[in-house]
């Protein structure tokens, strides 16, 4: 079964510095994509950043980062100078070659002032 | 570029009315998606179309629970008779998918249901 699983139900980090969250996922197809959502409390899922897996170079939007690993199934996000407003619920998602999404079960992010 | 619309934010009902939820997908998008998020439940996907037709129904909870997309912009959520276990928010999204295709999904800001 296609699975994800985001292991950290909650994160904290300081204003300003860095925090990784981690996501692995189980799939037997080769080709596929990757997205972290960002969930802040007004519930809107926003795109964060998204990898093909096809690409072996890491995906980078400004501040956050993705450290993809095929092999180990492994995505994981990575905020840097950590802010206020990055304080959220992430979701890791993976899609294969059909229709579905298949969403993590989310991580709290705490960021402290 | 406008995004995923939907419609109502929110909506209070009484336990056994019928509601129907709206949603716009983004201009040019072949696949709809219906969610439902509750606290217990995380993330489920309810109904998702594809080109406007219904392609995998399996998620959607009951018969009290229809949905529809009589064209490309357009589809409705209804629930019929509404239950206090319904109460969640209700999101919409589309996406691009295919071959060379973006395949990133976008979520409508999401319909806030309480059934009381």
């Known amino acids: 079964a296609q699975t994800v699983t985001q292991s950290q139900p909650e994160m904290s980090v300081q204003e300003a510095e860095t925090v990784t969250l981690s996501c692995t996922y189980d799939?037997?197809?080769?080709?596929?994509?990757l997205f972290w959502y960002k969930q802040p409390p007004s519930r809107q899922m926003i795109l964060v950043i998204r990898?093909?897996?096809?690409?072996?170079q890491n995906a980078t939007e400004n501040r956050f980062s993705v450290n993809f690993q095929k092999a180990a199934k492994s995505f994981s996000l990575k905020i840097s100078d950590s802010q206020l407003g990055d304080a959220a619920m992430y979701f890791c998602?993976?899609?294969?070659?059909?229709?579905?999404?298949?969403f993590g079960t989310g991580t709290r992010l705490k960021v402290l002032a | 570029d406008a995004g995923v619309i939907q419609s109502p934010r929110h909506e209070v009902t009484e336990m056994g009315q019928e509601v129907t939820l709206r949603c716009k997908p983004i201009?040019?998008?072949?696949?709809l998606f219906w969610y439902r998020q509750t606290m217990m439940r995380g993330l489920e996907l309810l109904i998702y179309?594809?080109?406007?037709?219904?392609?995998?129904d399996s998620g959607m909870p009951e018969d009290r629970f229809s949905a529809k997309m009589p064209n490309a912009s357009f589809s409705t959520l209804k629930i019929q008779p509404s239950e206090p276990r319904d109460s969640a928010v209700y999101f919409c999204?589309?996406?691009?998918?295919?071959?060379?295709?973006?395949?990133?999904?976008?979520f409508g800001e999401g319909s806030w249901l309480t059934v009381v």
């Open positions: 799939t037997s197809e080769s080709d596929y994509y």
């Open positions: 998602a993976y899609k294969p070659g059909t229709y579905k999404y298949i």
């Open positions: 179309f594809n080109n406007n037709v219904p392609i995998d």
């Open positions: 201009s040019g998008h072949n696949s």
């Open positions: 990898q093909e897996a096809y690409k072996q």
């Open positions: 999204a589309s996406s691009l998918t295919g071959v060379d295709s973006g395949n990133t999904i976008y």
